[in-house]
C-alpha cells in the first residue's frame, strides 16, 4: 500500500509563471491537507479538503493560491504568477475520514522560484 | 489564537548524552498531541502520540514523551541518542473535536547529535 505520494520532488519556477502540485493519498483516504514549510520555520496549515470539496482555507493566502481534489485523480494545489516568498517545501497528507488524531505525511514538494 | 512553541531552535549534543526537548501549547480545552522527526531532506514522520490514558508514551527509537496537562507541556525525551538521530523535532497539536484534522506545529528543534 503506496503512502502518500507527492509530485514533483523538486519544482524550478521562474517569477510570474504557474506552480502546480500533485498529490495522490493513501488507497482508501479521502481526506486530504496541505501544509507549507517556509525556511526555518515549522509547518503551517494551508487547506483541508474532501473529495470535491474544500472544507477549511483558513490557511491559504487570499489571492494566487488554489487547491482542489476532484472526484477522480489527485489533489492539486496551484500557486499563479509565483513569487520568490512562495520558495517553500509543501507537505500533503491523507486520512481515512475526518480526524483529530493525525495522519501521514507525504514527502513534500520543494518548490524554487528564481 | 492556539500556538506551539518549543523552546529550542538548535540543540548540539555528544552521543550517549540526554536528550530532552520542550514544547508548550496554549490551549485550554482537550488536545491531541504529537511529535514527529523529519531527517534531513525527507518527510515527516511520526514518532509518538498522545490522546489520553497514561500521560508517558513511548514512540520508535528510544524516544518518549511526557504530557504535562497542568504545565500544558508535551517534552521528548531520549536518556541516550545517537548519531543517527539528528534531524529536526516537531512538536504538533491538534484540538480533540476538531474535525477538521488541522494540527498546529510548532518551529521546529534542529538537533546535532556529535559522534
Known amino acids: 500500500n503506496a503512502g502518500v505520494m507527492q509530485n514533483p520532488r523538486h519544482l524550478v519556477r521562474r517569477r510570474g509563471q504557474e506552480a502546480r502540485l500533485r498529490c495522490s493519498p493513501m488507497k482508501g483516504h479521502s481526506h486530504v491537507y496541505w501544509y507549507r514549510q517556509l525556511p526555518e520555520e515549522g509547518l503551517k496549515f494551508m487547506v483541508y479538503?474532501?473529495?470535491?470539496?474544500?472544507?477549511?482555507e483558513s490557511g491559504m493566502p487570499k489571492e494566487r493560491f488554489s487547491a482542489e481534489f476532484p472526484k477522480e485523480g489527485p489533489s492539486i494545489l496551484r500557486i499563479q504568477q509565483v513569487v520568490r516568498g512562495d520558495s517553500a517545501a509543501y507537505f500533503c497528507?491523507?486520512?481515512?475520514?475526518?480526524?483529530?488524531?493525525?495522519?501521514?505525511f507525504g514527502s513534500g514538494t520543494r518548490l524554487t522560484v528564481v | 489564537a492556539q500556538s506551539v512553541s518549543q523552546h529550542n531552535h538548535h540543540v548540539i549534543l555528544s552521543e550517549a548524552a540526554s536528550l530532552e526537548l520542550g514544547c508548550n501549547y496554549s490551549y485550554g480545552g482537550t488536545v491531541n498531541l504529537f511529535w514527529y522527526v523529519q531527517y534531513p531532506g525527507q518527510h515527516l514522520q511520526l514518532l509518538l502520540k498522545y490522546f489520553s490514558g497514561d500521560p508517558l508514551v513511548k514512540g520508535i527509537k528510544g524516544f518518549e514523551a511526557e504530557f504535562i496537562k497542568s504545565k500544558f507541556s508535551f517534552n521528548l525525551r531520549k536518556p541516550s541518542v545517537q548519531w543517527s538521530d539528528t534531524a529536526e523535532y516537531f512538536c504538533a497539536v491538534a484540538r480533540v473535536g476538531n474535525q477538521g484534522g488541522k494540527l498546529i506545529f510548532g518551529q521546529g528543534t534542529e538537533l546535532s547529535v556529535k559522534p
Open positions: 479538503l474532501q473529495k470535491e470539496n474544500i472544507i477549511d
Open positions: 497528507a491523507s486520512s481515512p475520514t475526518a480526524t483529530d488524531r493525525g495522519y501521514t
